[in-house]
């Protein structure tokens, strides 16, 4: 059983709006999660991360918000750009296991 | 080179071939690790070295076989694959914190094989 879920695996956002990326997760031992973004031919590469301690970090355009009691997190980018258009993974770390589980991705399109 | 690469990058393999993937890092990192993408589905962690020790090996069968000569480079031995095989591997690295703490893994492009 998938223990990271990204349940959309597309979303369209318009330029100059809000894309919302969602994750849902099942083991509360998870000490940090985090955000990787994947363009067509490359590795994933870090955006941003959040430990479990915090509800909320942000970077430029890019926030994670963390609700622990719900088991999820999501990642807002504001304002959406094209170049934005990418698959975005959420990933979830254990100290205890020293292992990065991950989401299935959501595919995000900005449209111009 | 910069960064993490692996080559190569494309590879078409039949059943009863042998051949090995490559992954180097510039990093100066003391972990690396082995995933695992097919369509549709997240990346799973095949194998995991520290300090050029394998810490993880996640049930993967045996016709993969891992190898980490030095802290900056790791191969994938392939040999008798199954068509399900075929799928996007990929390399990452870290400063692996030993003590606890999180540094987050660098990936190389992948190599994209295909098993006829």
């Known amino acids: 059983d998938q223990q990271v879920k990204q349940n959309s695996p597309s979303l369209s956002v318009q330029e100059g709006r809000i894309s919302i990326l969602n994750c849902d997760y099942t083991?509360?031992?998870?000490?940090?999660f985090l955000w990787y973004k994947k363009y067509p031919a490359e590795g994933p590469t870090f955006l941003i991360s959040?430990?479990?301690?915090?509800d909320k970090n942000e970077d430029g355009r890019f926030t994670v918000f963390l609700n622990k009691s719900a088991k999820h997190l999501s990642l807002h980018i504001v304002p959406s750009q094209p170049g934005d258009s990418a698959v975005y993974f959420c990933a979830a770390y254990s100290g205890s296991a020293r292992q990065l589980t991950f989401g299935s991705g959501t595919q995000l399109t900005v449209l111009p | 080179e910069t960064g993490v690469t692996q080559t190569p990058r494309h590879l078409v393999m039949g059943m009863t071939n042998k051949k090995s993937l490559k992954c180097e890092q510039h990093l100066g990192h003391n972990a690396m690790y082995w995933y695992k993408q097919s369509a549709k589905k997240p990346l799973e962690l095949m194998f995991v070295?520290?300090?050029?020790?394998?810490?993880e090996n996640n049930s993967v069968p045996s016709r993969f076989s891992p190898e980490c000569p030095n802290s900056s480079h790791l191969f994938l031995h392939l040999h008798t694959l199954q068509p399900e095989d075929s799928a996007l591997y990929l390399c990452?690295?870290?400063?692996?914190?030993?003590?606890?703490?999180?540094?987050?893994?660098?990936f190389g492009p992948g190599t994209r094989l295909t098993v006829l």
């Open positions: 070295y520290s300090l050029e020790e394998r810490v």
């Open positions: 959040i430990s479990s301690i915090k």
């Open positions: 083991n509360s031992m998870f000490d940090y």
């Open positions: 990452a690295s870290s400063q692996d914190p030993l003590t606890g703490g999180f540094n987050e893994q660098f």
